[in-house]
């Protein structure tokens, strides 16, 4: 049995309910309560207009069962969290749909905050349409809790002729040792977001996962019985590239500034060599270069390839991302919503919202899209990316974990081989209620 600081911890790890019970929002139901065929309320994180779109077309597809609105989130995945988490802990009847980045998955669904996954939907969502990363991100604890909408993983993106230069042949698989030696080599900077934020514990697990382990080896066992792989040949292995990227300047003078946008940046300047981020690269690239900001040059030298290996002899585990869809728990509507649901993530709207978004689909029949595969010619490195796509740590506590790798591995000059059991340890004592953040 759960000690009382482990069921104290679980509670707490369940999206900060105290946040809800001591500042209730105003539950917004009022749309449900209309005369006539009710209207779904669906909650999503900002886009350029794509699930706004498909709010229309469902709402169409259903014949007049149900109508959709869409309300926007917060942009950043932190605060999205925190908005969802207080509605649902609220009992807001107005949580029809909802777009959740994976990680706050297993934190919504283990206090039952999000409803049940109908059977039919379930195995949808682990049939052979889906790509592996993007089934891995809608479980916990052995079960389908979300339903996979679209999909997002990291590519190595490189410059043809620094790669040239260097001696890489980037049509074979490389190492995080091979890109450095060839930073070194041709006297240009790496692409690594270095930055204190959501994104170091992004490339922290990915390294960890391409390394053969995990951050939290066992996610559904009680706050004092976590067990974390920080600590192991992977993570300390994890953490020799970051420090050494850090203490040599290999990622440039800004390092402890660069976002996903800020690398990009940097990636186009004259520095630039090879850089891991998200697709969103080629189209913002693209349109730099219509609107006149950046040489064409700098998009014709642009190449993809997968995600750098810890070790030759092991394939990478680059970082999943994107989008999943749940119902909330208090629902009026769950039978509808989920409908609804089954008619957004069809192969032919998930393609509709790449082409038009610049977001990956979970559906490889999408990926065979003609204006997927004519507006993206990386698609197919981008589906096998995502069947290789690991998840970050799915645990009811990603919270804390997350925010203690973002603390403890920035500055990346500070970090060394003693930095995950450090980390690892910071970690179990903020579970214990021994530390706070």
């Known amino acids: 049995m759960p000690s009382d600081v482990s069921q104290k911890r679980r509670r707490r790890g369940a999206v900060g309910l105290a946040l809800a019970l001591v500042a209730p ?23 350029d207009g794509g699930q706004a779109e498909l709010a229309q077309r469902c709402t169409a597809a259903s014949g007049g069962k149900y109508s959709i609105e869409t309300s926007v989130l917060p942009r950043d995945a932190a605060s999205q969290r925190e908005q969802l988490a207080r509605r649902l802990a609220a009992g807001d009847a107005s949580m029809d749909i909802m777009s959740l980045d994976p990680p706050y998955v297993p934190e919504l669904a283990n206090p039952g905050f999000l409803a049940p996954v109908p059977e039919a939907l379930q195995k949808a969502s682990l049939s052979d349409d889906v790509v592996e990363g993007a089934k891995r991100g809608a479980q916990w604890d052995g079960k389908v809790v ?7 993983t ?6 043809k002729s620094v790669a040239q230069k260097a001696g890489l042949d980037m049509n074979q698989p490389v190492t995080w040792s091979q890109l450095l030696d060839a930073v070194r080599k041709t006297d240009t900077y790496i692409g690594v977001q270095g930055i204190r934020g959501e994104s170091m514990t992004v490339w922290v697990n990915a390294m960890i996962e391409s390394g053969g382990d995990h951050i939290v080896r066992n996610p559904t066992e009680p706050a004092d019985q976590i067990d974390l792989g920080l600590d192991s040949d992977a993570g300390k292995a994890a953490a020799t590239i970051v420090g050494t990227i850090g203490r040599d300047g290999l990622g440039g003078p800004g390092i402890t500034t660069q976002d996903e946008n800020v690398t990009m940046q940097n990636w186009q300047g004259d520095h630039g060599s090879f850089m891991v981020n998200w697709p969103f690269v080629y189209a913002a690239t693209q349109s730099a270069v219509e609107q006149g900001s950046l040489d064409r040059s700098v998009l014709d ?10 070790s030759a002899d092991r394939p ?3 970082p999943l991302g994107g989008i999943m869809l749940g119902v909330g728990s208090h629902s009026r509507h769950p039978d509808l919503a989920f409908d609804a649901i089954t008619c957004i993530t069809k192969p032919e709207n998930q393609a509709y919202y790449f082409v038009s978004n610049g977001n990956p689909p979970s559906s490889i029949k999408a990926f065979d899209d003609a204006a997927v595969r004519e507006k993206y010619p990386m698609a197919p490195v981008i589906r096998t990316a995502l069947e290789n796509a690991a998840p970050r740590p799915q645990t009811p506590y990603y919270n804390e974990v997350s925010t203690a790798i973002q603390q403890g591995y920035t ?7 003693q930095t995950p059991a450090q980390v690892a340890e910071f970690i179990r004592r903020v579970l214990r209620g021994e530390a706070l953040q």
């Open 25 to 47: 929002l105003a539950l917004a139901g009022c749309a449900n309560q209309q005369n006539g065929p009710p209207t779904l309320m669906w909650y999503i994180n900002p886009d």
């Open 154 to 159: 990291q590519l190595l993106w490189y410059r």
């Open 316 to 318: 990478s585990a680059p």
């Open 411 to 417: 500055p990346l000059t500070v970090v060394t081989d």
């Open 146 to 152: 979300a339903v996979p909408f679209w999909a997002n």
């Open 301 to 310: 030298d642009m190449g993809w390839a997968q995600y750098p290996r810890m």
